[in-house]
């Protein structure tokens, strides 16, 4: 049974609850060691803004955060008073849990440095899928994160030897394709993502490519730093320990509501209430830094935001691949004035897009995951136990880029215009 249920049952206080869900004794702490960390900004909630936890002033031991919160508590200090502290105790117990060193985890410092970090975050994440089966959103993103990790880490290995001049030739080859069978006006129909991989692809240098990876490590981290707290605190003090994080204003009613949805055990409401999840993982948490990396460096940013769409490979059971979903059509009008429309196996959408990243989510993952959890579990089960280090080196789609997008050339293919709409 949950502790939620528990202490539903036994009708004990909030106050009890969260003593209870802190799991170890309190430190004493003197009124003026609470005042220092009262009102405390969250200076570095987002991680771009350097290493570690939420505040700098903040202490990493578990049982200190403790102390200081059952003080806090026990004056009766509102909740938004201590926000701060309460968002690093939870924190902190969920980079434990997970085996990571919060004070040390810096994104800024590169794949190979935080590998480990990633393994275990995601590892994490199945591990809470696999002991709580309303909890898809971590199951989802423990298995999307493999197709992501294994990305990164060939993105890294791209930064070191440089193969973006193949890519930018073999995006050329595709661009010089299309106008050769749909005309030269083709071209401005052509995805923005790839005319700019065939335009920048050589001015991309190993030092933009690192910029880039810093910045998706860093909403890895953000990610992690936003749902699971919210996580821990569901599965070790439920609904009454979420409660105190919408009172201290760490979220709003829509997210306590999709708490409550998740822990109502019907099939629907668990399904709405990790979509709620996911759609703040995209947007709140990291919706504005795709944005920031798009426009890096204008055309660059554009280049390699569309490239990590286009060689995705999803892990999810039945989610075809992003450059399968809404792939690029050409209209153009044949030789003997028939409207034809030219078809190509690449995505006519980005991924760092909000809107088109979101139907892409709504239409493959969120669907065919629960699916997977409701219908067919065994399977999903034997997949999210699999090391994750497997998981990870199973999915390196990057370095095949440019057989890619020469297989696109060969593939494209003209048919009469409005076929299969």
Known sequence: MRIGALVRGAGLTLAAVLT???????????ADDLDHYLDLPLVNRDAAQGPGGVNPELPYDEGE??????????RGVPPTRYAALLYQYWLVDATTKAGIDLASWNPRAGVQANRENLIRSYRYYEDLQLAHRE???????GQVGADFGGGLIDFELMSDIYDLPGIADAARTVVNTVVQTAGPQALALLPAGLRALADAGTRITPEDL??????????????????????????????PALSEFEAAGLFGDDIMGAW???????????????????????DWAIGGQWDQTR?????????????????????????????EFRPVRVPF?????????????????????????WDYITGELLPKYKWQVENNWPALEATLRTPYEVQLESHRPLLNIPQLLLSAANELRVEPAGQGD
């Open 20 to 30: 209870l869900g802190l799991g170890t004794a309190g430190t004493a702490v003197a």
């Open 65 to 74: 955060l403790a102390g200081l919160l059952d003080e806090a508590r026990s």
């Open 135 to 141: 909890l898809q959103w971590a199951g989802m993103g």
């Open 210 to 239: 690192r910029w880039i990876l810093g910045m998706i490590l860093v909403m890895q981290k953000n990610i992690f730093s936003d749902l699971m707290p919210m996580h821990d605190a569901y599965v070790t003090g439920g609904l």
């Open 260 to 282: 409550r949805d998740i822990a109502s055990g019907d099939e629907n409401r668990v399904a709405t209430g990790n979509a709620t999840l996911l759609r703040r993982e995209q």
């Open 295 to 323: 426009a890096y460096k204008g055309s660059v940013g554009e280049a390699i935001t569309y490239l990590s769409g286009a060689a995705g490979s999803p892990s999810v059971a039945g989610v075809i691949p992003p450059r």
């Open 333 to 357: 009008t044949g030789a003997n004035g028939e409207p034809l429309r030219l078809v190509l196996p690449l995505p006519s959408w980005n991924w760092s897009v909000l809107d088109d990243r």
